[in-house]
């Protein structure tokens, strides 16, 4: 035993296998034991596919098949035969998983109506029926989207079309409005000049319908004979046409009336893009007409309202744009979406990347990670760098400070559907850090468990940084999204059977290790024991990083795994990994700390409060007993020492039960009613609450206050004022206080 533990050590150690007893990982189909379950997602219902929906609106741009069915069912069960439908529909649904799983795709209609044939195929008349009835029941429509490497950029994009939609048919309609009152200045002003009297113009205006009943030339000699008006003045009309001319040769927003006869020259401008530099070239490129169309929508807005005046605005719009377009002015045009792979991500597409964010340039950007396990070892140092370059540009984006930020695993997408609309919708650049789990060496493990299973591992942890939520990193920074966030690993529930068919429960961690596990390319640090080898001085890796370094020189980590033949078994693993998971580890404390959890400042002033105050109360019990004297010593000392332990001695003034009072002695500082009306109670020098002022709130928030009491001793009294609305209900509430 003592030969084979030795050897298991030096495998840890060493990563090398001194002897025979310890069996290669290279070449099983193994995954982490807490995954093994998940194998199979045809036969679960979670977050994927998702439905791209069309004619979406923000609220509901994208929806999970699993949420689409639960609405069929729920808008078409009935008791007599509910259970049969439902059951029948959750057939349908796996149906489609499987065909996707296969390789179709398309619509939501065209999937639905393939999985229903198929199935139909093999049903009765009741099956078919209920086919019948699921259809017409569906409401929603929109291409299928799995969990696969393309899914990301298909979600990024169609979140920033239904944004972009929405700015671009406001704009868009704003433009026409303006070109419309334009065109109308222009044709009042002809339909008042000599030319606009001329025969020919009135024919024009009448038509052809009435043309044989007006003699054009005399009705235009008699209009020519009436008093004519002020025309426009030459250089108002001059820039009116200007304004025309510019608002219709624009190319940020398709045109109302525009058809398809525009040429490949003049049709509008592309915004999504695949390099960083394209964006940022056709962005420079673009400006100076970006700049004209703002400069021009200002002027219009004011002609049309007969608001411009030269003297006053030609000097205000001479220097408009000269340093470039404000969020406000940038607000009007579309925003430019950039979708690149962070693992071909060139040194010099990445400093584009960062101009355009440090600029404040209207961008949104994803940066997707297909292959966060790439071993890559640094100057052959022996470490690893897991995703780094997708991970290092969303940290120095959130340096930035006003760069809407978003990490996530592909998995927890349609989870952060509203935070990516909102860093669409955000005034500003914004940056997507995605991990799709889409890489080819993962064996048969899916992309959805490879990208959740990054996530759960703190490989990519999933977080938003909004710079508009706030002004501080409390308001900004959000990390909840992960599990169990206030531990190092999360920690599931493992059942198996053991070798006596007994069934056995633990509980195991899900570290960096566990993630690794699932690459073939990582078979080398890991060595299978045999179960007869097994032995006590074997912990899983979890608890092997919680020791501290000199605990360890006996242990050897291992990860639970499970085969394809679905046998638990264990593999140790070398030390060069467990030095990656506490690297993790310590990149996981740093987020922590910004998202306030674990935040070692608090901490240290918390600790610091702390001893403060058992010093204090140290003090308090340390402090010798006044000596005893005769009473006649006591009057010789004078009134005012004579008076102090009299005072002392006498007990608590006794409270009417009308009066609104706290037992401060017993209060615990829990905040709760101060939270509630910090000017009706307060806290005493011992930080221990009381009733400031009972008038300074209402009865309600007493009342409140008191039910909200962990130690249960605040006492209402009774109302300062009787007519309070709902008074009699809030007496009923405050007398098991009383």
């Known amino acids: 035993m003592e030969a084979e533990l030795q050897t298991q050590i030096a495998f840890h150690l060493t990563g090398k296998q001194p002897g025979t007893t310890l069996d290669s990982a290279d070449g099983t189909d193994a995954c982490p034991a807490l995954l093994a379950r998940y194998r199979d997602l045809t036969a679960l219902r979670y977050d994927f596919p ?34 049969r439908l439902t059951k029948q529909l959750l057939r349908l649904e796996r149906e489609i998983r499987v065909l996707l799983e296969s390789g179709a795709k398309g619509s939501l209609s065209v999937l639905w109506d393939t999985a229903a044939s198929m199935l139909a195929a093999r049903g009765d008349d009741a099956f078919k029926d209920s086919m019948k009835r699921g259809r017409a029941a569906l409401k929603v429509e929109g291409e299928v989207a799995d969990c696969d490497k393309i899914m990301p950029a298909r979600l990024l994009n169609h979140a920033w079309a239904v944004v972009q939609d929405r700015k671009t ?17 222009l044709k009042a002003d002809l339909a008042g000049s000599e030319a606009g009297r001329s025969a020919a113009n009135l024919k024009a205006a009448i038509g052809t319908g009435h043309a ?31 304004l025309l001319s510019v608002l219709k040769a624009q190319r940020f927003f398709p045109m109302p009336e525009e058809g398809g006869g525009r040429t490949a020259q003049d049709r509008p401008y592309a915004f999504v893009f695949d390099s960083c530099t394209d964006a940022l070239a056709a962005y420079r490129e673009r400006l100076p007409k970006a700049v004209e169309l703002a400069k021009c929508i200002a002027i219009a807005e004011l002609e049309v309202e007969g608001e411009y005046s030269e003297a006053k605005h030609e000097t205000l719009f001479r220097d408009f744009g000269e340093g470039g377009l404000g969020q406000e002015e940038l607000a009007y045009f579309p925003d430019y979406l950039v979708c690149v792979s962070a693992d071909t991500l060139r040194a010099s597409e990445s400093d584009k990347l960062m101009e355009m964010l440090s600029a404040g340039l209207p961008v949104k950007i994803l940066v997707q990670t297909d292959d966060l396990r790439a071993e890559s070892p640094i100057a052959g140092d022996g470490h690893f760098a897991l995703g780094m370059r997708g991970k290092q540009l969303a940290n120095m984006a959130i340096g930035l400070n006003d760069v809407y930020v978003l990490q996530s695993s592909s998995s927890n997408l349609f989870q952060f559907r509203d935070r990516i609309l909102k860093g669409m919708s955000f005034a500003g650049p914004a940056l997507f850090s995605v991990y799709s789990g889409a890489s080819r060496e993962t064996g048969t493990l899916p992309p959805y468990l490879n990208a959740a299973a990054a996530m759960e591992s703190r490989a990519f942890p999933a977080y938003t940084y909004d710079p508009s939520a706030g002004p501080n990193w409390a308001s900004r920074f959000d990390l909840e ?20 068919h007994q069934r056995v429960c633990v509980d195991i961690a899900f570290t960096l290790v566990d993630f690794v596990a699932c690459d073939k390319r990582y078979a080398k640090h890991f060595a299978r024991v045999p179960r007869a080898r097994w032995n006590v001085n074997m912990i899983p890796v979890g608890e092997y990083l919680r020791l501290e370094a000199g605990d360890t020189p006996d242990k050897v980590p291992f990860v639970a795994i499970v085969g394809s033949d679905n046998m638990l078994q264990r593999a140790i693993v070398d030390d060069r990994l467990t030095r990656a998971a506490l690297r993790c580890r310590e990149s996981w404390h740093s987020l922590q700390e910004l998202g306030g959890i674990h ?45 102090a332990p009299a005072a002392a001695a006498e007990p608590e003034e006794k409270k009417s039960a009308d009066e609104a009072y706290i037992e401060t002695p017993r209060c615990t500082t829990c905040n709760e009613c101060t939270q509630i009306n910090d000017k009706m109670f307060a806290y005493n020098e011992n930080k221990q609450a009381y009733v400031a002022n009972p008038d300074a709130g209402t009865y309600a928030q007493l009342v409140e ?20 609305p709902g008074i009699e209900e809030l007496l009923k509430r405050a007398e098991v206080f009383a």
């Open 599 to 643: 935040n070692s400042h608090a901490e240290r002033l918390l600790a610091k409060e702390k001893k403060s105050w058992e010093e204090q109360e140290r003090g308090k019990t340390e402090a010798p007993a006044p000596e005893t004297r005769a009473p006649v010593q006591a009057a010789a000392a004078g009134p005012s020492t004579a008076a």
């Open 481 to 500: 999204a992960n599990s169990q966030v206030e531990a190092d690993w999360p920690v599931q529930n493992f059942s198996y059977e053991d070798e006596n």
């Open 169 to 185: 048919d406001k704009l868009s309609e704003d433009l026409r409005r303006l070109a419309i009152k334009l065109s109308d200045i």
């Open 50 to 83: 998702l439905v791209l929906l069309r004619n979406a609106d923000e609220k509901a741009y994208v929806q999970c098949l699993s949420g689409v069915v639960d609405n069929v069912v729920h808008g078409i069960v009935k008791d007599e035969d509910g259970d």
């Open 212 to 242: 044989d009943v007006f003699d054009f030339d005399v009705l235009s000699r008699v209009l020519s004979k009436a008093a004519a008006r002020d025309s426009l003045p030459e250089d108002r009309r001059r820039r009116i046409e200007f």
């Open 705 to 724: 206050a008191a039910e909200s009491c962990q130690v249960a001793i605040i006492h209402p009294g009774k109302p300062r004022n009787p007519s309070e």
